[in-house]
């Protein structure tokens, strides 16, 4: 797993089609009893059967191609449950965890006591930031458990700072990096092909290449403010890194800063030169990420979770390259993303050790392989290693990982995956707006770092 998946060590999402083989393979290890699984009752009275309710992000089902019923995680429920007969599991689906809709959910149950037992929540800030309200599960785990997976780091409190910090969250999936995907045959109209800008510049003239040829060089929904932050992601990672990400994190690096602006202003320059779809600022993603999968524009920018939304309706007419960086970055080859999903337990639950056993059965690599093709990522477990056929199979998967195994390219945990939620839902809407050009980058700096102080002076009170 280290190899394949480069320095990080192992590492959220569209339809599935995991083959009957290998749920065949998941329901024979399962019924032999070879899973990770393994902790007494503490909850509920002796021969009752508990009802353990999770919370599932909107984005890794439905909105990305997925019926709720069809995902993943529902198949993996039903297989936990016909081995666990004393379980009841009730899947709740939420709002992409990353909406306004979601936080004030998870705020107003937080307050309330109503929250599930288990949640769905982005590793690093929103992880983090909701810890007074999580199980610390270091001793509910064990040290077995966790050598077993990766991607530990921003789902424990001081990430990595702290000896033996509480860990709140358990890691799935070895994580996304943001790329710009391409249509092969729209590109050729302009001559240009196997894409590989160096800069976002570069990136800027091939798109005034392919706009020449009357094409339009990009589908963007840009509503919700996503698609602008995997793109600035990726040109954040690319200016300071990791660790200059952690030091706005930590109060020791001002938002207002190049860090921002440039972003910022990048983004904004994509839509200005008209490189878009006219209606971008008002379109939503998902409609954008349609647009292109159906062969309406040359390129976009995601990350793999939409892997298999395009190879449906491109075939092997799609390509991808990382997000070029700005010009003068820290780091010229960079690729951002990183871990992103986790399951957390909720101090309200009833049933602690019961959700541990789910979340530890779910996370097992027979499981974990279910999900591949849903949310365009590999499994965390140490011990996956790809066949030749698996690479076969998911060859824009394949893609990606070639750049961190062949290229080396340095990878970066995405802004939004450390900085606090609260900060990230800000930074969403500032993104739309300064995309469409009603706020200029310097105040969406400006505010950023508002929003941040505030923040920072609350959590130094309790």
């Not at 077995?144 to 991607?151: A, K, R």
Request: glycine share 12%; charged share 10%.
């Amino acid at each position: 797993m280290r190899n394949w998946l480069g320095r990080r060590g192992a590492r959220t999402r569209t339809q599935t089609r995991a083959q009957a083989g290998v749920l065949g393979a998941v329901a024979m290890v399962l019924l032999l009893g070879i899973s990770a699984c393994s902790s007494s009752s503490t909850g509920g009275t002796s021969g009752s059967k508990p009802t353990i309710t999770i919370w599932n992000d909107a984005l890794a089902s439905g909105s990305c191609g997925v019926p709720a019923a069809q995902s993943f995680l529902t198949k993996g429920v039903a297989l936990f449950e016909k081995t666990n007969p004393g379980f009841n599991v009730k899947i709740v689906q939420t709002e992409c965890d990353g909406s306004p809709a979601f936080s004030t959910l998870l705020k107003s149950s937080e307050v309330a006591g109503t929250t599930p037992d288990i949640g769905q929540l982005y590793v690093g800030g929103q992880v983090i930031q909701n810890g007074k309200y999580l199980v610390d599960l270091r001793q509910q785990l064990g040290n077995d458990y966790i050598n077993s997976l990766s991607g530990w780091k921003y789902v424990t409190d001081g990430y990595g700072t702290k000896t033996n910090g509480a860990i709140f969250g358990v890691p799935f999936g070895a994580g996304y990096w943001y790329m710009v995907y391409y249509n092969k045959a729209l590109l050729a109209k302009a001559g240009i092909t196997n894409p590989a800008p160096a800069t976002w510049n570069d990136l800027l003239t091939l798109g005034q290449q392919v706009k020449a040829k009357g094409v339009t060089p990009f589908d963007i929904g840009e509503k919700e403010g996503y698609v602008g932050a995997w793109t600035q992601d990726a040109l954040i990672s690319g200016l300071v890194g990791d660790a200059g990400v952690l030091k706005m994190y930590n109060g020791q690096a001002s938002l207002n800063s190049a860090t921002l602006t440039q972003p910022y202003q990048a983004w904004h320059q994509l839509f200005a030169d008209g490189l878009t779809n006219s209606d971008a600022p008002s379109l939503s993603y998902a409609t954008g990420i349609a647009n292109f999968a159906a062969g309406k524009a040359a390129m976009t920018i995601t990350g793999g979770f939409y892997n298999s939304t395009f190879s449906k309706g491109l075939g092997t007419n799609v390509g991808l390259f990382p997000v070029p960086t700005l010009a003068g970055s820290q780091i010229q080859q960079s690729l951002s993303g990183g871990p992103n999903n986790s399951y957390v337990v909720f101090k309200a639950s009833k049933y602690v050790s019961q959700d541990v056993k789910l979340i530890k059965f779910l996370t097992t690599l027979p499981v974990q392989q279910l999900s591949v093709s849903e949310l365009g990522q590999l499994p965390n477990n140490v011990s996956f290693t790809p066949s030749a056929t698996f690479i076969q199979q998911q060859p824009l998967l394949s893609q990606m990982y070639n750049y961190i195994l062949v290229k080396h390219y340095t990878l970066g945990e995405a802004f939004d995956n450390i900085m606090p939620g609260t900060i990230c839902s800000y930074w969403y809407q500032t993104n739309s707006a300064v995309f469409g050009g009603s706020l200029s980058p310097s105040s969406a700096a400006s505010s950023m770092q508002s929003q941040m102080q505030s923040y920072l002076a609350t959590a130094s009170t309790g």
